[in-house]
Protein backbone atom coordinates (compact mmCIF):
# COMPACT_ATOMS: atom_id res chain seq x y z
CA UNK A 1 0.00 0.00 0.00
CA UNK A 2 1.34 3.51 -0.27
CA UNK A 3 2.51 5.52 2.79
CA UNK A 4 1.24 8.95 2.87
CA UNK A 5 3.18 10.64 5.70
CA UNK A 6 1.63 13.84 6.36
CA UNK A 7 3.53 16.37 8.43
CA UNK A 8 3.27 18.20 10.74
CA UNK A 9 0.60 16.35 13.47
CA UNK A 10 0.05 19.52 15.19
CA UNK A 11 0.48 23.54 13.88
CA UNK A 12 -0.50 26.39 16.04
CA UNK A 13 -1.07 29.76 14.01
CA UNK A 14 -2.55 32.71 14.20
CA UNK A 15 -5.27 34.57 12.10
CA UNK A 16 -3.28 36.54 8.85
CA UNK A 17 -0.57 34.07 9.21
CA UNK A 18 0.52 31.64 6.65
CA UNK A 19 0.80 27.78 6.70
CA UNK A 20 1.73 25.15 4.75
CA UNK A 21 1.31 20.98 5.45
CA UNK A 22 3.27 18.53 3.92
CA UNK A 23 2.26 15.33 2.63
CA UNK A 24 4.92 12.52 1.49
CA UNK A 25 3.89 9.51 -0.84
CA UNK A 26 6.15 6.58 -0.25
CA UNK A 27 5.71 6.16 -4.10
CA UNK A 28 4.97 8.25 -6.74
CA UNK A 29 1.58 8.75 -7.47
CA UNK A 30 1.16 11.35 -10.16
CA UNK A 31 -0.68 14.48 -9.05
CA UNK A 32 -3.40 11.81 -8.12
CA UNK A 33 -3.96 13.71 -4.29
CA UNK A 34 -6.53 15.27 -2.97
CA UNK A 35 -6.60 17.67 0.09
CA UNK A 36 -9.73 17.76 2.54
CA UNK A 37 -10.62 19.29 5.56
CA UNK A 38 -12.73 18.21 8.69
CA UNK A 39 -14.40 20.29 11.26
CA UNK A 40 -16.31 19.18 14.02
CA UNK A 41 -20.12 19.32 13.07
CA UNK A 42 -19.35 19.54 9.76
CA UNK A 43 -19.18 16.90 6.48
CA UNK A 44 -15.57 16.29 5.35
CA UNK A 45 -14.94 18.79 2.64
CA UNK A 46 -12.44 18.72 -0.07
CA UNK A 47 -10.87 21.37 -0.63
CA UNK A 48 -8.24 20.64 -3.51
CA UNK A 49 -7.98 17.46 -6.29
CA UNK A 50 -5.27 16.85 -8.82
CA UNK A 51 -2.64 18.14 -6.24
CA UNK A 52 -3.46 21.67 -7.58
CA UNK A 53 -7.09 22.15 -8.81
CA UNK A 54 -9.04 24.39 -5.95
CA UNK A 55 -12.05 22.27 -6.12
CA UNK A 56 -15.52 24.99 -7.02
CA UNK A 57 -15.88 26.84 -3.43
CA UNK A 58 -12.78 26.52 -2.40
CA UNK A 59 -11.03 30.33 -1.36
CA UNK A 60 -8.92 31.33 -3.29
CA UNK A 61 -6.43 31.13 -0.11
CA UNK A 62 -5.77 27.67 -0.54
CA UNK A 63 -3.42 26.07 -2.83
CA UNK A 64 -2.08 22.94 -3.69
CA UNK A 65 1.23 22.10 -5.08
CA UNK A 66 3.21 18.85 -5.99
CA UNK A 67 3.61 15.55 -8.05
CA UNK A 68 5.18 12.53 -7.78
CA UNK A 69 5.90 12.35 -3.97
CA UNK A 70 6.02 15.05 -2.39
CA UNK A 71 2.84 17.62 -1.94
CA UNK A 72 2.05 21.02 0.00
CA UNK A 73 -0.58 22.16 1.11
CA UNK A 74 -0.36 26.04 1.70
CA UNK A 75 -3.32 28.23 3.54
CA UNK A 76 -2.34 32.25 3.33
CA UNK A 77 -3.80 34.67 5.35
CA UNK A 78 -5.56 32.21 7.68
CA UNK A 79 -9.24 33.06 8.94
CA UNK A 80 -10.92 32.04 11.99
CA UNK A 81 -12.87 29.55 9.82
CA UNK A 82 -9.50 27.82 8.61
CA UNK A 83 -8.67 26.30 12.19
CA UNK A 84 -9.63 22.32 11.59
CA UNK A 85 -7.91 18.92 10.79
CA UNK A 86 -6.87 18.06 7.27
CA UNK A 87 -5.96 14.92 5.70
CA UNK A 88 -4.68 14.59 2.01
CA UNK A 89 -5.72 11.57 0.18
CA UNK A 90 -4.08 9.70 -3.10
CA UNK A 91 -6.18 8.10 -5.39
CA UNK A 92 -3.09 6.70 -7.63
CA UNK A 93 -3.82 2.90 -7.05
CA UNK A 94 -5.75 0.78 -4.88
CA UNK A 95 -6.16 1.14 -2.18
CA UNK A 96 -6.62 4.68 -1.43
CA UNK A 97 -4.94 5.60 1.26
CA UNK A 98 -4.98 8.80 3.78
CA UNK A 99 -2.25 10.77 5.84
CA UNK A 100 -2.57 11.15 9.02
CA UNK A 101 -3.84 14.36 9.28
CA UNK A 102 -3.06 17.83 10.45
CA UNK A 103 -4.50 19.58 13.39
CA UNK A 104 -4.63 23.53 12.87
CA UNK A 105 -5.25 24.98 15.88
CA UNK A 106 -5.58 28.74 17.24
CA UNK A 107 -1.93 30.27 18.89
CA UNK B 1 -28.20 20.97 -3.34
CA UNK B 2 -25.82 17.84 -2.08
CA UNK B 3 -26.96 15.49 0.69
CA UNK B 4 -25.46 12.28 1.96
CA UNK B 5 -27.30 11.67 5.54
CA UNK B 6 -26.48 8.59 6.97
CA UNK B 7 -28.14 6.34 9.69
CA UNK B 8 -28.20 6.53 13.68
CA UNK B 9 -25.43 5.40 15.49
CA UNK B 10 -25.41 1.15 16.41
CA UNK B 11 -24.39 -0.49 19.64
CA UNK B 12 -23.67 -4.28 18.48
CA UNK B 13 -22.53 -7.59 20.28
CA UNK B 14 -19.78 -9.48 18.82
CA UNK B 15 -19.97 -11.50 16.40
CA UNK B 16 -23.29 -10.09 15.30
CA UNK B 17 -23.44 -7.82 11.72
CA UNK B 18 -25.00 -4.63 10.94
CA UNK B 19 -26.12 -2.97 7.63
CA UNK B 20 -25.56 0.81 7.67
CA UNK B 21 -27.27 3.38 5.11
CA UNK B 22 -26.43 6.21 3.12
CA UNK B 23 -29.58 8.13 1.54
CA UNK B 24 -28.54 10.68 -1.39
CA UNK B 25 -30.92 13.73 -2.35
CA UNK B 26 -29.71 16.45 -4.95
CA UNK B 27 -28.75 14.13 -7.63
CA UNK B 28 -29.19 10.38 -8.69
CA UNK B 29 -26.90 8.07 -6.85
CA UNK B 30 -26.50 6.44 -10.56
CA UNK B 31 -24.80 9.09 -12.06
CA UNK B 32 -21.34 8.77 -9.18
CA UNK B 33 -19.61 5.84 -7.25
CA UNK B 34 -20.44 6.19 -3.72
CA UNK B 35 -17.56 5.30 -1.41
CA UNK B 36 -17.19 4.24 2.01
CA UNK B 37 -14.65 5.35 4.58
CA UNK B 38 -13.50 4.14 8.27
CA UNK B 39 -12.19 6.71 10.96
CA UNK B 40 -10.44 5.40 13.85
CA UNK B 41 -9.01 8.52 15.94
CA UNK B 42 -5.93 6.12 16.58
CA UNK B 43 -5.75 4.60 12.95
CA UNK B 44 -6.45 7.63 11.15
CA UNK B 45 -9.02 7.31 8.02
CA UNK B 46 -8.84 4.39 5.60
CA UNK B 47 -10.78 3.48 2.51
CA UNK B 48 -13.09 0.73 2.59
CA UNK B 49 -14.14 0.32 -1.51
CA UNK B 50 -16.46 1.53 -3.73
CA UNK B 51 -19.73 0.54 -5.50
CA UNK B 52 -20.97 1.57 -8.91
CA UNK B 53 -24.83 1.72 -8.14
CA UNK B 54 -25.98 2.11 -11.77
CA UNK B 55 -24.48 -1.72 -12.47
CA UNK B 56 -23.90 -2.64 -8.46
CA UNK B 57 -20.34 -3.18 -9.67
CA UNK B 58 -18.20 -2.84 -6.33
CA UNK B 59 -14.13 -2.63 -5.33
CA UNK B 60 -12.97 -3.42 -1.81
CA UNK B 61 -9.74 -2.82 -0.38
CA UNK B 62 -8.16 -6.00 0.53
CA UNK B 63 -8.29 -6.08 4.29
CA UNK B 64 -12.26 -5.07 3.85
CA UNK B 65 -12.76 -7.98 1.39
CA UNK B 66 -14.45 -10.24 3.81
CA UNK B 67 -15.66 -7.47 6.12
CA UNK B 68 -17.55 -5.44 4.20
CA UNK B 69 -20.60 -5.51 1.39
CA UNK B 70 -21.69 -2.43 -0.35
CA UNK B 71 -24.94 -2.60 -2.02
CA UNK B 72 -27.31 0.16 -3.77
CA UNK B 73 -31.13 0.81 -4.04
CA UNK B 74 -31.56 2.79 -6.77
CA UNK B 75 -35.28 3.42 -6.15
CA UNK B 76 -34.56 5.11 -3.12
CA UNK B 77 -31.42 6.77 -3.93
CA UNK B 78 -29.51 4.99 -1.10
CA UNK B 79 -26.18 3.14 -0.60
CA UNK B 80 -25.71 0.51 2.12
CA UNK B 81 -22.80 -1.00 3.84
CA UNK B 82 -22.96 -4.36 6.00
CA UNK B 83 -19.91 -5.04 8.28
CA UNK B 84 -20.27 -9.01 9.33
CA UNK B 85 -18.61 -10.76 12.16
CA UNK B 86 -17.95 -7.70 14.24
CA UNK B 87 -15.15 -7.55 16.72
CA UNK B 88 -13.85 -4.32 18.52
CA UNK B 89 -11.66 -3.76 15.71
CA UNK B 90 -14.82 -2.88 13.77
CA UNK B 91 -15.64 0.32 16.65
CA UNK B 92 -15.36 3.10 14.37
CA UNK B 93 -16.75 5.85 12.72
CA UNK B 94 -18.15 5.19 8.80
CA UNK B 95 -18.54 7.72 6.28
CA UNK B 96 -20.09 7.40 2.80
CA UNK B 97 -18.64 9.88 0.36
CA UNK B 98 -19.69 10.45 -3.51
CA UNK B 99 -16.99 10.19 -5.75
CA UNK B 100 -15.40 12.31 -8.64
CA UNK B 101 -14.57 9.38 -9.15
CA UNK B 102 -11.77 8.56 -6.98
CA UNK B 103 -11.88 11.49 -4.70
CA UNK B 104 -14.93 12.67 -3.02
CA UNK B 105 -16.67 15.73 -3.34
CA UNK B 106 -19.40 15.11 -0.84
CA UNK B 107 -19.68 12.98 2.80
CA UNK B 108 -22.03 11.39 5.01
CA UNK B 109 -21.75 13.17 8.22
CA UNK B 110 -20.71 9.81 9.35
CA UNK B 111 -22.01 7.18 11.82
CA UNK B 112 -20.83 5.45 14.47
CA UNK B 113 -20.24 1.81 15.11
CA UNK B 114 -19.46 0.17 18.56
CA UNK B 115 -19.20 -3.25 19.42
CA UNK B 116 -19.50 -4.14 22.95
CA UNK B 117 -20.35 -7.24 24.76
Known amino acids: DVQMTQSPSYLAASPGESVSISCKASKSISNNLAWYQEKPGKANKLLIH???TLQSGTPSRFSGSGSGTDFTLTIRSLESEDFAVYYCQQYNEYPYTFGAGTKLELK | EVQLQQSGPELRRPGSSVKLSCKASGYSITDYLMHWVKHRPEHGLEWIGWIDPEDGETKYAQKFQSKATLTADTSSNTAYMQLSSLTSEDTATYFC??????????WGQGVMVTVSS
Open chain 2, 97 to 106: ARGLPHYFDY
Open chain 1, 50 to 52: SGS
